[in-house]
């Protein structure tokens, strides 16, 4: 009783903005006592989407990572978990938002409104980790290596549903072409961010904190995609 836990509400409720939630107890992550409570809400969906991105990206000590929306709330951790991970990290956004997320830790930054995908350095990237993904996959192909990993994290459902029906039909050689949509351990990875967290190795990129009554306004301003990495809800406010 009174222990203070995180959980994917999303199987329960489709997502929830409450101060209580009724959840399965096998759902709950007991949360860390060093990290606060503002940076435990950031881990059920983006960090937990980017936990399960990098896992499929394969990230090694020196890879070459290119991270396409870069700024979000998914791409500010998988910026920060490539970087963890000892990658080289290449993030594409747009250059309003650059100076933020070189702060993150990005080695260079790609404004992808001036450069496409295909003008990127070919044979150059030993995964793509792309969680803005409105167009198709398979123009990340050339920037890949022969073996290198593309990985669906955000962006259109409809492009999720046919890459992972269709994946393998992506790239060339070795290449893989992956997708979030694959079945994956939820509570597990939810405990592997929360432990970088408490181990200093991640530092969720918090915007802001709003009130519940503030849930709206944010809401829009996610939409307008103006959110440099992550708002969170404090009922308390």
């Known amino acids: 009783m009174g222990d203070a836990v995180v959980a994917d509400v999303r199987k329960s ?27 435990a809400a950031t881990v059920p969906i983006s960090g937990l989407a980017a936990m399960m ?18 700024s979000g709330g998914v791409g500010s951790f998988g910026v920060k978990l490539a970087k963890a991970l000892g990658a080289h990290v290449t993030a594409m956004c747009s250059a309003e938002k650059a100076d933020v997320v070189k702060s993150w830790g990005a080695d260079e930054v790609v404004d992808y ?7 990127l350095q070919g044979n150059g990237y030993d995964a793509v980790f792309d969680a803005a993904c409105f167009e198709s996959p398979s123009r990340f192909e050339g920037v890949l290596k022969d073996n290198g990993r593309y990985v669906l994290v955000g962006g259109s459902f409809y492009r999720m549903l046919r890459l992972k029906a269709f994946g393998r039909w992506y790239g060339r050689g070795a290449q893989q072409f992956k997708t ?9 990875n939810i405990e592997r961010v929360l432990e970088m967290i408490a181990r200093g190795q991640i530092e969720p990129a918090i915007q802001r904190a709003v009130s519940l009554a503030e849930v709206p306004s944010a809401i829009q301003s996610l939409e307008r995609r103006t959110v440099v990495g992550k708002i969170v809800v404090n009922n308390q406010m």
Not at 180 to 188: K, M, Y
């Open 113 to 119: 409104k001036t450069t496409s995908a295909e003008e």
């Open 180 to 188: 979030l949509t694959q079945e994956v351990e939820v509570t597990a």
């Open 13 to 39: 409720f489709g997502g929830a903005f409450g101060e209580y939630a009724v959840v399965r107890a096998a759902h709950l992550v007991k949360k860390p006592a060093c990290v606060s409570f503002g940076q």
């Open 53 to 70: 991105g990098g896992l499929l990206c394969e990230i090694k000590p020196g890879d070459r990572v290119l991270v396409n929306g870069a």
